[in-house]
């Protein structure tokens, strides 16, 4: 039994190729030497519409899974990308579905930000509006932003430029030091 502190990876992105997933994927091979266990959450596409109604006990299976990994978590590392000027509807979703519930409550999280160069802002702000909203802790010296292009991920799905590597190795370290 690992007694490493658990980062939860959340991924905005549905595309199982996307830069926003080799980022994570990347996160959980470096987790190891972050003195970290990184867990991916996989649940995205099975969350139900956010209903106020249906945010009661019982919760749905889906949401309810969703809560119990971010209360066993020490902290969040988030990577998503930016439709249409903010979050993709499906991430602000699963965000939606965190307001009602108190594990995200002083819990430490942080963003990376793989878009382009001039891109991703928009995402980052309603990112920082619904985690404030939550009662997150941001933790802004984990945030980073690591503008990616698929040239920068190698053969094995990971990133393979040692800078990106290295930041992102640097913001899983800062988040288990927030959590701890």
Request: proline share 7%.
């Amino acid at each position: 039994m690992s007694t490493s502190p658990v980062i939860l990876l959340l991924s905005g992105s549905l595309r199982a190729a996307s830069t926003n997933e080799a980022v994570l994927r990347t996160a959980h091979a470096l987790a190891p030497s972050a003195g970290v266990e990184a867990v991916h959450y996989a649940g995205l596409a099975r969350l139900p519409h956010f209903n106020p109604d249906d945010d009661t006990d019982p919760l749905p299976a889906p949401v309810a899974e969703l809560r119990a990994a971010i209360d066993r978590a020490a902290g969040i590392l988030i990577c998503t990308p930016e439709y249409a000027g903010s979050l993709p509807g499906s991430f602000k979703n699963l965000l939606d579905w965190t307001v009602g519930g108190t594990e995200v409550n002083d819990k430490p999280v942080a963003w990376i930000n793989a878009a382009t160069q001039g891109r991703g802002h928009g995402a980052e702000a309603a990112l920082r509006t619904v985690l404030d909203y939550t009662g997150a802790q941001v933790v802004d010296r984990a945030c980073a932003r690591l503008p990616l292009d698929r040239s920068m991920i190698a053969s094995d799905g990971l990133l393979s430029d040692p800078a990106a590597r290295h930041r992102l190795g640097e913001s899983l370290g800062l988040l288990a030091a927030a959590g701890a």
